[in-house]
C-alpha cells in the first residue's frame, strides 16, 4: 500500500495476555519507530529501527515490551503479560532516511489496545 | 534534557478567525522543530518544519510556523480557521539522540 499499514487496528486483551501488534512500513523507507499514545497525551517513544537493527530502545517501558524487525521491513511490536496501564494507541512511523532529524515521519493510523 | 511544552490542552476559535497555537521548546541548539495534526481515526500528518534558514515557514492546508530562538517558540498560526481543521495539533523537536519528542498536544475546536 501507499502508507504506514497497522493491525489489528483495534485489540481488547485480557490482563496477562500476551499480545503482538504488527506496523507494515513505506516500502523502501529506512528507518522504523514505534510510539504510545496515552489518551490525552502525546506520543511518547518506544524504540528505533534503521534497518532491521534496532538502535535505541530506550523508551521501551518494561522487559514486557520486545519489538523486532527482522529483515529490515515488517516490524512487530509484542507485549508480553499485558497490564492495565498498557492500553494506549500504539503509533508506528517510518521515515525514508536513516536520521529522524532530516526525514518527514510518515504515521500509521495506530493500534488500539484495551487492557481489561 | 530537551523538551517541548504546549501551554494550551485545549482552544476554541471561531470558524474564519485567526488562529495561534503555542509551543516552546528547550533545546542547546538550533533545533529541529515539527508541528504535526491528528484528525479523530487517522494518523499523524505532518503540517509544516523548520531546520534552518528562514525563520517563517509555510506548511500546508495554509498553515505556518515562526521560530523564534529568543523565546524558544516555534508557535504554528492560520489566518483564517475552517471546520475541517478541528483537529489535535502537536509540536514536537528532534533530541540530541535523534528522536522527535512529542508535546502533550493542543486540542482545537472551531465553532461555526
Known amino acids: 500500500g501507499a502508507g504506514v499499514s497497522q493491525s489489528p487496528r483495534y485489540k481488547v486483551a485480557k490482563r496477562g495476555q500476551d499480545v503482538a501488534l504488527r506496523c507494515d512500513p513505506i516500502?523502501?523507507?529506512?528507518?522504523l519507530f514505534w510510539y504510545q499514545q496515552a489518551l490525552g497525551q502525546g506520543p511518547e517513544f518506544l524504540t528505533y529501527f534503521q534497518n532491521e537493527a534496532q538502535l535505541d530502545k530506550s523508551g521501551l517501558p518494561s522487559d514486557r515490551f520486545f519489538a523486532e524487525r527482522p529483515e529490515g521491513s515488517v516490524s512487530t511490536l509484542k507485549i508480553q503479560r499485558t497490564q492495565q496501564e498498557d492500553s494506549a494507541v500504539y503509533l508506528c512511523?517510518?521515515?525514508?532516511?536513516?536520521?529522524?532529524?532530516?526525514?518527514?515521519?510518515?504515521f500509521g493510523e495506530g493500534s488500539r489496545l484495551t487492557v481489561l | 534534557a530537551q523538551s517541548v511544552t504546549q501551554p494550551d490542552i485545549h482552544i476554541t476559535v471561531s470558524e474564519g478567525a485567526s488562529l495561534e497555537l503555542r509551543c516552546n521548546y528547550s533545546?542547546?541548539?538550533?533545533?529541529?522543530l515539527f508541528w504535526y495534526v491528528q484528525s479523530p481515526g487517522q494518523g499523524l500528518q505532518l503540517l509544516l518544519k523548520?531546520?534552518?534558514?528562514?525563520?517563517l515557514v509555510q506548511g500546508i492546508k495554509g498553515f505556518e510556523a515562526e521560530f523564534k530562538r529568543s523565546q524558544s517558540s516555534f508557535n504554528l498560526r492560520k489566518p483564517s480557521v475552517h471546520w475541517s481543521d478541528a483537529a489535535e495539533y502537536f509540536c514536537?523537536?528532534?533530541?540530541?539522540?535523534?528522536?522527535?519528542?512529542f508535546g502533550k498536544g493542543t486540542r482545537l475546536h472551531i465553532l461555526p
Open positions: 516500502s523502501g523507507h529506512v528507518s
Open positions: 512511523a517510518s521515515s525514508w532516511t536513516g536520521q529522524a532529524n532530516t526525514g518527514e515521519l510518515f
Open positions: 533545546y542547546g541548539a538550533t533545533p529541529y
Open positions: 523548520y531546520f534552518s534558514g528562514d525563520t
Open positions: 514536537a523537536v528532534v533530541t540530541m539522540d535523534d528522536k522527535i519528542i
